[in-house]
């Protein structure tokens, strides 16, 4: 059986502590989660806390609660007590928990809570890589560890990790207040998969891995070397059958719903708002409209009432306390105003209920308010609905909350306008039951379908997909064997010619082009390859035929193609071009890309002499591509017809004639020799002219792994090196 281990914050077990010994019974989360089924399909571990208050457990202790969660699938992770404290309560809850939900005037930026952050990801990660092995899968969940993908994967590159984000992502304008979004950023693309439960939190996450650590991404896909990861939705769902077995008629009321509706006048609609007491499911804000309905519609008093569930949350005491006495005190305040000696328009608890009460709750209220400033989910909606007896029941439901994408048929809105909530309650009050009735028919389907058995083996099968993705990929890398397969090759071979591409290969991308320049190490490599006077060599590049001139004088024994084909030259003669090229359509074309050069802040032009180039390297990567959409587009219309091609490179858009490029360039070059031994190396889509050009036997190499022409790939600048040092004569050894 497949091996499945899972990372949380918490185990899935409640544990107490006894005189000597531990009480441990499995949570929800392996009871009525609806996940049963799937953990069934694994051989699974469960890697986290143990949630005991007193940490301070003594070493026989820590031994003995081991053994016993080994009966659960639990392994026990024990920090000290002052990291877990900060790790938790310091950095989960008052740094990433506000920022991530758009508190940023909460969030606390302390140097210390994010030390222990990393160490107790970094205790995680040393506990996780004594226990997997080869073909085994890690799911990690949510924010609290977010570096321990990374972690894992410098260890064991082979092992196939997912990260679920059970909270929202923010965009990156709110993200980048953050002193450590690089490492943040870094820890998460440790995985081969991201999941988010809504589109928009993938889409601020690829917004930020492109603006923060300058990779880009293709769709929903991140090629980081040679691995590829994906970043994808995956929209939790619920135990549905758990909801849909309490829509029997004659069920016997529990003793739960009994004290509820003998405190409930029979004429009144019944209005449910649950959450935890966390500044974020904005529960005043709800107390508020509630109030405001009750000034604005004085015909509803006595015929309504709110049946407020408040649960304690895990924020700081300190925190908690000051939103239970705002939350006490409207409540006062509207029970005071509004209420008789007969009727209270609230009714108030505060504590846990059980998955039975809730059902209770949802099956005898009319109306659910659902209202966080920002959820990445919120199950209760979800819940709510699934209960719905006979199909009525009327959902208002916050736009903040990950559940609106789905539950587009609830009352949805902005949980900060009071005026709109007032609205809804109305509207969901005098809602027919028919309409009631078509709403929920609709919804109620959707989280059948959906359930949460459903979201993970979605989730675990699309981890798959890309780890088979990972291993196909692998299959044309140039590893330490494929190198030496070249390297025989070459030594075998009498003629042999070496096609060069020189940015993003021979040498690194560098924000200002002239950087770029050769060093020493690159001097050395050519050197020696030009020692052999059977090897050809040849630079082809985009570069001008002036800056190649400059950086390889004409002691070089190589040869050139410069600007994409347009101009060649041999050892010992003079640059020449392929054919004659009208100029003149650049004094019309200029003026276009200097007008984008304004439009577009920290982006310039290149004036070749065949051909223009608008870099867009240090622009803003979301507006560099915009601006690069927009300027192909006005392109297009303007060279209609004219004979020029408009080349998409790497940050570059460069407009040249189209006659010419790499591949016809390196087919003259090869002229009828019959080379034995022929060899291409690139890294954009412009040296694709070349691989096509190439013979079969040709080995023709794209740098990362990106969709090619080539046979293989490999994986950076640095391997190029290497890779050409071993066709030199060093030692072709694994690093």
């Known amino acids: 059986m497949k091996r499945l281990f899972l990372a949380s914050n918490q185990l899935p077990v409640h544990i107490s502590k006894t005189n000597s010994d531990f009480n441990i019974q499995p949570s929800e989360e392996l009871t009525i989660s609806g996940l049963e089924d799937f953990y069934s399909g694994f051989e699974t571990r469960w890697i986290g806390n143990t949630g005991i208050d007193d940490q301070d457990l003594s070493v026989h202790e820590k031994h003995s609660l081991r053994n016993r969660l080994e009966d659960f699938e639990c392994i026990p992770i024990f920090p000290e007590i002052e990291d877990y404290n900060l790790y938790l309560h310091g950095f989960s809850k008052n740094t990433i928990w506000p920022l991530f939900h758009y508190f940023t005037q909460n969030a606390i930026y302390d140097d210390k809570s994010w030390e222990a952050y990393v160490r107790v990801n970094q205790q995680y990660a040393d506990q996780i890589i004594e226990l997997l092995t080869e073909g085994d899968k890690l799911w990690i969940h949510d924010f609290h560890l977010m570096l321990l993908p990374s972690m894992i994967k410098e260890k064991l590159p082979g092992i196939s990790i997912g990260l679920f984000l059970h909270i929202p992502f923010p965009s990156f304008e709110i993200f980048r207040l953050l002193p450590w979004r690089v490492e943040i950023i870094e820890g998460m693309l440790g995985a081969d998969l991201v999941g988010f439960h809504t589109y928009d939190y993938v889409r601020h996450f690829l917004s930020c891995v492109r603006r923060i650590v300058g990779i880009e991404t293709v769709f929903n896909r991140i090629s980081i070397g040679e691995r590829t990861l994906k970043v994808d939705v995956f929209p939790k769902g619920i135990n549905f059958k758990k909801f849909e077995n309490s829509h029997g008629i004659d069920i016997e009321k529990s003793k739960f719903q009994k004290e509820i509706e003998s405190n409930i006048i029979t004429e009144e609609k019944i209005i449910l708002s649950i959450g935890k007491l966390?500044?974020?499911?904005?529960?005043?804000?709800?107390?508020?409209?509630?109030?405001?309905?009750?000034?604005?519609?004085?015909?509803?008093?006595?015929?309504?009432?709110?049946?407020?569930l408040a649960m304690k949350s895990g924020e700081t005491e300190q925190v908690y306390d000051a939103l239970k006495s705002e939350v006490d005190e409207l409540v006062g305040r509207i029970n005071g105003n509004f209420g008789t000696i007969t009727w209270m328009p609230i009714r108030y608890l505060n504590r846990e209920f059980t998955i039975d009460e809730l059902i209770d709750m949802y099956t005898f209220a009319d109306i659910a308010i659902i209202l966080p400033l920002r959820d990445g989910m919120n199950l209760i909606a979800k819940e709510f609905v699934a209960s719905c007896h006979n199909g009525t029941g009327v959902l208002i439901l916050s736009e903040m909350a990950g559940a609106a994408k789905e539950l587009h048929e609830a009352l949805i809105v902005n949980p900060n306008n009071l005026g709109d909530i007032v609205i809804a309650i109305k509207q969901a009050l005098e809602m027919p039951e028919e309409e009631q009735k078509r709403r929920n028919k609709v919804m109620i389907p959707r989280l059948k379908r959906y359930t949460a058995d459903r979201w993970a083996n979605e989730f675990i099968k699309s981890l798959e997909n890309i780890t088979e993705i990972q291993k196909t990929s692998l299959t044309r890398k140039v590893n330490v064997n494929r190198m030496n397969q070249i390297v025989?090759?070459?030594?075998?071979?009498?003629?042999?010619?070496?096609?060069?591409?020189?940015?993003?290969?021979?040498?690194?991308?560098?924000?200002?082009?002239?950087?770029?320049?050769?060093?020493?190490?690159?001097?050395?490599?050519?050197?020696?390859?030009?020692?052999?006077?059977?090897?050809?060599?040849?630079?082809?590049?985009?570069?001008?035929?002036?800056?190649?001139?400059?950086?390889?004088?004409?002691?070089?024994?190589?040869?050139?193609?410069?600007?994409?084909?347009?101009?060649?030259?041999?050892?010992?003669?003079?640059?020449?071009?392929?054919?004659?090229?009208?100029?003149?359509?650049?004094?019309?074309?200029?003026?276009?890309?200097?007008?984008?050069?304004?439009?577009?802040?920290?982006?310039?032009?290149?004036?070749?002499?065949?051909?223009?180039?608008?870099?867009?390297?240090?622009?803003?990567?979301?507006?560099?591509?915009?601006?690069?959409?927009?300027?192909?587009?006005?392109?297009?219309?303007?060279?209609?017809?004219?004979?020029?091609?408009?080349?998409?490179?790497?940050?570059?858009?460069?407009?040249?004639?189209?006659?010419?490029?790499?591949?016809?360039?390196?087919?003259?070059?090869?002229?009828?020799?019959?080379?034995?031994?022929?060899?291409?190396?690139?890294?954009?889509?412009?040296?694709?002219?070349?691989?096509?050009?190439?013979?079969?036997?040709?080995?023709?190499?794209?740098?990362?792994?990106?969709?090619?022409?080539?046979?293989?790939?490999?994986?950076?600048?640095?391997?190029?090196?290497?890779?050409?040092?071993?066709?030199?004569?060093?030692?072709?050894?694994?690093?």
């Not at 500044?279 to 709800?286: C, Q, V």
């Not at 303007?638 to 998409?648: G, Q, R």
């Open 278 to 308: 966390d500044y974020t499911k904005g529960i005043p804000l709800r107390l508020k409209a509630f109030e405001l309905f009750l000034q604005e519609n004085p015909e509803y008093l006595e015929k309504v009432c709110l049946i407020l």
């Open 488 to 735: 025989e090759e070459y030594k075998n071979a009498k003629q042999r010619i070496l096609f060069l591409d020189y940015d993003g290969t021979l040498s690194g991308f560098k924000k200002n082009p002239e950087d770029a320049k050769p060093d020493q190490e690159l001097y050395n490599i050519l050197e020696r390859l030009l020692k052999d006077k059977h090897n050809t060599i040849t630079i082809i590049s985009g570069r001008d035929k002036e800056t190649l001139s400059r950086w390889f004088d004409a002691k070089w024994d190589i040869h050139f193609i410069a600007e994409h084909g347009v101009w060649i030259k041999d050892p010992g003669d003079e640059w020449h071009m392929l054919e004659q090229i009208d100029n003149t359509w650049k004094d019309s074309i200029l003026p276009l890309l200097e007008y984008y050069v304004d439009q577009t802040p920290r982006t310039f032009v290149e004036q070749k002499n065949f051909s223009l180039v608008w870099h867009y390297r240090k622009a803003d990567p979301d507006l560099g591509i915009q601006r690069a959409w927009e300027l192909k587009d006005e392109l297009r219309s303007m060279t209609s017809n004219l004979n020029l091609e408009i080349m998409d490179g790497d940050k570059v858009l460069e407009i040249k004639y189209s006659g010419i490029n790499k591949g016809r360039a390196a087919i003259h070059k090869m002229g009828d020799t019959e080379y034995d031994f022929i060899f291409a190396v690139g890294d954009d889509w412009t040296d694709e002219y070349t691989f096509e050009a190439m013979p079969e036997k040709a080995f023709t190499i794209k740098v990362g792994a990106k969709t090619t022409q080539a046979h293989f790939y490999i994986e950076n600048v640095a391997m190029v090196r290497k890779m050409l040092g071993c066709l030199g004569g060093a030692e072709c050894e694994e690093t």
